[in-house]
């Protein structure tokens, strides 16, 4: 079956640094999309991986690795704005986004 | 500025009543969905349209009626809901061009208590 899980909820520390997993088991695979969502706003992208590796983008980077199923998205330099959910997503032929239900990331100072 | 608009932000409504969502998306796009966000919940996509034709419904009760009359607007009809229908509807659009993937822009979502 389709399943995506992440933790529910991480804490860490101003200016520190934190990895937020996300393990899939999906039917197909054409992608994984990392999206930013503040409590009462939209959903925001991220981050797309569909080959294995890592991407960076300034403060925010993202692993993938198709062979374990598995991704990450590491912040660094944390901000107290970093506070909010973060949502792994697998695309898995068109359209479809298999999403998982979110790793709410408290930062405190 | 977001470049995809919902209204109403915020609406309560009666099981009895009737009442529309409204998306638009001024980025171009080629595909609009429509997805269901409840607490501490995946996001559950409940339709997709692309160039105005629809592509996937997941089993979406029918008090869920979507209606897409262009490319850059998408209404989601609603009708007899049920208390467990309250939940943050999100419209989305991207631009889909064969196998290739493109992140999809959210509109700010439509608060919805059924009381």
């Known amino acids: 079956g389709q399943n995506i899980d992440q933790p529910t909820e991480m804490t860490a520390t101003e200016g520190a640094i934190v990895q937020i997993n996300c393990t899939y088991q999906t039917s197909g695979f054409n992608g994984l999309f990392w999206y930013q969502q503040h409590a009462g706003e939209a959903p925001t992208f991220l981050s797309y991986?569909?080959l294995d590796g890592l991407e960076e983008k300034g403060r925010f980077s993202s692993f993938l690795s198709r062979s374990k199923g598995y991704s990450y998205l590491l912040l660094k330099e944390l901000q107290m704005k970093d506070s909010a959910s973060y949502l792994c997503a697998v695309r898995e032929g068109n359209y479809q986004l298999i999403w998982g239900a979110g790793t709410k990331l408290i930062i405190k100072p | 500025e977001t470049g995809v608009t919902q209204t109403p932000r915020h609406l309560v409504m009666g099981m009895t009543n009737k009442k529309s969502l409204k998306c638009e998306q001024h980025l171009g796009h080629n595909a609009m969905y429509w997805y269901k966000q409840s607490a501490k919940k995946p996001l559950e996509l409940m339709f997709v349209?692309?160039?105005?034709?629809?592509?996937e419904n997941n089993s979406v009760p029918s008090r869920f009626s979507p209606e897409c009359p262009n490319s850059s607007h998408l209404f989601l009809h609603l009708h007899t809901l049920q208390p467990e229908d309250s939940a943050l509807y999100l419209c989305?659009?991207?631009?889909?061009?064969?196998?290739?993937?493109?992140?999809?822009?959210f509109g700010p979502g439509t608060r919805l208590t059924v009381t």
């Open positions: 349209y692309n160039f105005k034709e629809q592509t």
């Open positions: 991986n569909v």
């Open positions: 989305a659009s991207s631009q889909e061009s064969g196998d290739n993937a493109y992140e999809q822009y």
